[in-house]
């Protein structure tokens, strides 16, 4: 059974850092790439940043290149998004899931994030 519990949402100043974590009870975890989503809204879930099963590759959306990272723990199965230099147009939810995760896949209850002054 999938569970994806995500944290460490809240308000934050333009300019400012957040942390997100991701506890994620999977099957196998290590052997899963997993990746960062965010949902503003009424727009679509977007993929945010990705990160291969073995940490040592990632990739990132355009639009937050160079001011986010993530990073996983395949012995805690968690993996974070530090988050740095926010803008308001970062204000979303913040989902985690495997990087093939479709909207028919469990997904958890998301996190939070606003960029506002």
């Known amino acids: 059974q999938v569970q994806l519990v995500e944290s460490g949402g809240g308000l934050a100043q333009p300019g400012g850092s957040l942390r997100l974590s991701c506890a994620a009870s999977?099957?196998?975890?290590?052997?899963?790439?997993m990746a960062w989503y965010r949902q503003a809204p009424g727009e679509e879930r977007e993929l945010v940043a990705t990160?291969?099963?073995?940490?040592?590759?990632?990739s990132y959306a355009d639009s937050v290149k160079g001011r986010f990272t993530i990073f996983r723990d395949n012995d805690k199965n968690t993996v974070t998004l530090r988050m740095n230099s926010l803008k308001r147009e970062d204000t979303a939810v913040y989902y985690c899931?495997?990087?093939?995760?479709?909207?028919?896949?469990?997904w958890g209850q998301g996190t939070q994030v606003t960029v506002s002054s």
């Open positions: 999977i099957s196998l975890f290590r052997l899963l790439n």
């Open positions: 899931n495997r990087e093939t995760a479709g909207l028919a896949d469990p």
């Open positions: 990160i291969t099963n073995t940490g040592e590759s990632t």
